[in-house]
């Protein structure tokens, strides 16, 4: 065939047949008001995929009481008033609390800290800046396997350096102790999350004008005067949405608790997350499971709205 025809595709190329007879593309700009959302269309395909259908699938089966293959039986609100009166569920919920704040505290102090010291004019201050952030790039399951055998009581190097210090007289069953369990699962979970924190308020450190220190400076500020109405002021937009963020993140954690201790000793460090997986996949209450789910997203969007709000009122 000879000539030459055009075959146009909605999106970026178009076929031609050239005269002798080969194909070639050829760009073409995609036009009109429906551009944008051929564009948009494989992600949102994806974002329907992988989020909105589990979304609506979880919230769907809350109200059942199911095995997930020929057991659907409505319960209607049931299963929300069972989880919301029982006391395991609230008792659950206060370890989760408690381990949430243990943690994004250690986050910021320790963060913070090595934040303030990167943004000084440091010999090697690159080389620590890469070393920080190190912990952040390690998978949850390597973090909570080598925590895992720093605990040990008979070959962990921490208790090996606690007796060799004799600041102990035997061995400490860190993750075994009903009392130390959730102080010993946060200690790796900040180890694992303080570097956010210091990639966050390094950035907002550096975005702070020197200006407004050397004019506080002429004005007699000390260095605690200098941090109380120079470095945190400007520091707020970034603290605020780091907060947020830190806190939804370890409120719903799993993977590093429940490979250091699977929710013991004596439900010890039995946080939401733990339970909702043991009520599900041990128990197979997944209708039980689904509402315990759709209550921790609904405290999330909670904490999201107060994120929201707060940065709203900042502006």
Not at 236 to 244: A, C, D, G
Request: glycine share 6%; with cysteine.
């Amino acid at each position: 065939m000879r000539g030459r025809a055009t075959f146009s595709s909605p999106f970026l190329t178009s076929f031609i047949i050239a005269p002798g007879g080969g194909i070639a593309l050829k760009r073409q700009v995609v036009q009109g008001e429906w551009a944008g959302f051929y564009f948009a269309l494989p992600a949102i395909f994806i974002m329907l995929a992988l989020i909105a259908y589990p979304l609506v699938y979880g919230v769907g089966i809350s109200f059942f009481d199911t095995n997930l293959l020929n057991k659907y039986d409505f319960r209607g609100l049931t299963n929300y008033l069972d989880v919301l009166t029982d006391s395991g569920f609230l008792k659950k919920l206060y370890i989760t609390v408690k381990f949430t704040i243990m943690v994004v505290v250690g986050n910021f102090v320790v963060g913070f800290a090595f934040a303030m010291l990167l943004n000084m004019n440091i010999k090697g201050r690159a080389f620590f800046r890469a070393i920080l952030v190190l912990p952040w790039l390690f998978p949850e399951v390597v973090v909570a396997l080598i925590w895992k055998w720093l605990f040990n009581p008979l070959y962990g190097l921490l208790n090996y350096y606690l007796m060799e210090f004799h600041l102990v007289k035997e061995p400490l069953d860190l993750l075994g102790n009903p009392q130390l369990a959730l102080i010993s699962v946060a200690v790796p979970a900040i180890w694992k999350g303080f570097s956010l924190v210091l990639v966050m308020i390094l950035a907002g450190l550096q975005s702070i004008s020197q200006d407004l220190y050397e004019a506080a400076e002429i004005d007699g500020a000390n260095v605690w005067q200098l941090i109380r109405n120079v470095t945190v002021p400007g520091l707020m937009p970034v603290l605020t949405v780091t907060l947020i963020l830190e806190t939804v993140w370890w409120f719903k954690h799993f993977t590093i608790i429940y490979l250091l201790t699977s929710g013991g000793p004596v439900d010890a460090t039995s946080v939401l997350s733990i339970d909702i997986y043991k009520q599900a996949f041990e128990q197979f209450q997944f209708g039980r499971a689904s509402a315990m789910a759709v209550l921790v997203f609904l405290i999330c969007l909670l904490i999201s709205y107060v994120y929201r709000r707060m940065l709203k009122e900042h502006d």
